[in-house]
């Protein structure tokens, strides 16, 4: 039985094709396992200000598309959204510029694909992604984690155990990268919500996904992915303050959204402890500074 690719799309910025890593990741993969090539069409979807399709690879057939406003993941992902219903794909793959995909995972997805391809039920396939400071996806959905400051005992733990696997009935969210949503799932919800741009956006679409009563597969594979907020590297780079605000704004449009008054206060109570930890933690005290100031934005 002939079944449509998988579509997968590679979100681009600032980075010409032969250097993203999970470009070459996914394209190694495919090299060492020839019988995967027929599983999966790759988009690449260039946000960045000039165009880059010179520098992609040959002896493959990839998409390219170049927008240069930079509209972000969202306005990427509904793209290849798109493309994916135009070849009747039941499945799109996201990957991140850096993720770096094997090629035991990608055998994971064609197998589960294929086997929960008829269980509805089931929107997003996604394996645990793990920093050097252990598992930081599938985690808790932010409202959760909010409401967990005030558990006690806390009656979950905030991310994925190595071994958990299989379909989920408890709610979680999960990273963009490495996911594999079901397409109709998605259209369902109204797509990958422009609100949110880049940060939030995977916490904003697994809680719209289970809102609407669906739930996630966690596999067997664990991939390593660099968690940037997780190094002091972070708290150092010129461009760290302006994306710990959009973080901070995003995650606060996300609980006006999706939250209830509770959650709000919970989100100041979160944005104060956060403000002390960055400023014993982060030599920039304008990371702590931002928390603050958030915080007392919502105030009444």
């Not at 020839?34 to 979807?45: D, E, G, I, M, T």
């Not at 709610?171 to 609100?195: C, D, E, M």
């Amino acid at each position: 039985m002939h079944r449509p690719p998988i579509y997968a799309v590679i979100v681009l910025y600032n980075q010409v094709p032969a250097s993203s890593t999970s470009l070459a990741a996914f394209i190694g993969a495919l090299s060492d396992e020839p019988q995967l090539r027929s599983r999966f069409q790759l988009l690449l979807y260039d946000n960045s200000p000039q165009s880059q399709q010179e520098g992609c690879p040959s002896g493959f057939a990839i998409a390219y598309h170049h927008d240069a406003r930079n509209l972000g993941l969202a306005e990427a992902y509904n793209y290849a959204l798109d493309c994916a219903a135009q070849i009747s794909s039941p499945w799109l793959l996201l990957l991140d510029q850096d993720t770096e995909v094997t090629p035991a995972y990608l055998n994971e997805v064609v197998t589960l694909t294929r086997e929960l391809e008829s269980v509805p039920g089931i929107a997003a396939i996604v394996p645990k992604l793990a920093s050097a400071k252990g598992i930081k996806s599938p985690t808790l959905d932010f409202l959760e984690w909010l409401r967990r400051q005030l558990q006690f005992p806390r009656k979950r733990a905030l991310f994925a155990g190595p071994d958990l696997y299989g379909a989920q009935d408890q709610q979680f969210s999960a990273f963009n990268s490495a996911s594999v949503l079901r397409v109709s799932a998605v259209q369902k919800i109204g797509g990958f919500p422009r609100t949110f741009r880049l940060d939030f956006l995977d916490v904003a679409v697994f809680n719209a996904l289970h809102a609407a009563g669906s739930r996630i597969f966690v596999m067997h594979s664990t991939l390593q992915h660099e968690l940037s907020m997780d190094t002091q590297r972070f708290y150092e780079q010129k461009s760290g303050l302006e994306r710990h605000q959009n973080l901070l704004r995003a995650m606060v449009r996300f609980v006006r959204t999706y939250g209830t008054p509770r959650d709000l206060w919970l989100t100041r109570v979160w944005l104060l402890r956060n403000a002390l930890n960055l400023f014993v933690s982060a030599r920039d005290k304008r990371f702590s500074w931002a928390s603050l100031q958030q915080a007392w934005r919502l105030v009444g």
